[in-house]
């Protein structure tokens, strides 16, 4: 067979290929095996770049248990309600790409993306927060990259919550990766507030004027939400106060285990 002729049966085989995934994207099934060597293909660095942050949630959430369980030795019950977390979705990223003006790769979304891992920790009370804040920026591989205080200064739209941005190193097989996780601490009645004041920004068809007052009555929300909050700690730390005095104060105590002391 001359070269020629090889071609033409290659540029034959090729665009039979294209037509097939072509089908097969729109939904039509296809009998053409090398189309999941080209599915695969494409498929598994992403499949791999979603994994390594769903790999850091866990890492993450893993941190947040343990401090859980050890200061629930220290206090009176868990200081962690629950934790909330995902990875963002294909869309969502889609979305922050074309607002960013990124370039469409992997490596650009890894390094301008900080929410593609979230995790979101809740708690009953304001100081509890800034325990585990603290607590958790002394491990020695999380690495604090930005820090913006909503709780001491709230948004215009009554938002609050303390957001970490870190770098944590996860292990896979072909060795280290530092991956960049957003942990969101808030307390239970700022995460009711951040809940449905979500729902209202993305209602639709919202008359303006409605709008402005709904908007104006979550303000209201968020500061009676905060002075609720405020009123709870007090009440906690009476009761904390009341309590028999022990030998050690629980601030020596976390210290021994941001020491690695461990608790006595
Ligand atoms: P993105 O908003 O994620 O693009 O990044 P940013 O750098 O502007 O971060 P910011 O700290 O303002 O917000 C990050 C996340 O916090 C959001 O994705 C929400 O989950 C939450 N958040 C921030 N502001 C508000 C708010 O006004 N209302 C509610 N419900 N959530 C908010
Ligand atoms: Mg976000």
Not at 152 to 181: A, T
Not at 197 to 210: A, C, G, S, T
Request: hydrophobic share 40%; with cysteine.
């Amino acid at each position: 067979m001359s070269d020629n002729e090889k071609k033409t049966i290659l540029i034959d085989g090729a665009e039979q290929l294209a037509m097939n995934i072509a089908q097969y994207s729109s939904g039509l099934i296809v009998d053409d095996e090398r189309i999941l060597d080209v599915v695969q293909e494409h498929i598994i660095p992403f499949e791999s770049f979603f994994d390594t942050y769903a790999c850091a949630i866990m890492e993450m959430e893993t941190k947040f248990n343990v401090l859980n369980k050890q200061f629930s030795l220290i206090y009176d019950g868990n200081p962690i309600v629950y934790i909330v977390s995902r990875v963002k979705d294909y869309d969502s990223i889609l979305r922050k790409v074309i607002h960013k003006n990124l370039p469409r790769t992997l490596d650009a979304i890894e390094k301008n993306i900080r929410d593609i891992a979230g995790v979101r920790v809740v708690c009953s009370f304001k100081e509890d927060i800034y325990r585990l804040e603290r607590c958790l920026l002394s491990q020695d591989d999380v690495t604090l990259i930005d820090r913006k205080d909503y709780i001491e200064h709230p948004k215009p739209s009554g938002y609050r919550s303390l957001h970490l941005i870190v770098s944590i190193p996860i292990f896979l097989e072909q060795g280290k990766k530092d991956v960049i996780v957003e942990v969101q601490l808030r307390t239970i009645a700022m995460d009711f507030w951040a809940n449905l004041e979500h729902k209202l920004k993305y209602k639709k068809n919202i008359d303006p004027h409605r709008l402005e007052d709904l908007s104006k009555e979550l303000i209201d929300c968020a500061n009676i939400s905060a002075s609720l909050d405020e009123r709870m700690q007090n009440v906690r730390d009476c009761l904390v106060k009341d309590q028999p005095v022990p030998q050690q104060t629980s601030e020596d105590m976390i210290d021994q285990l941001l020491n690695g002391n461990g608790v006595q």
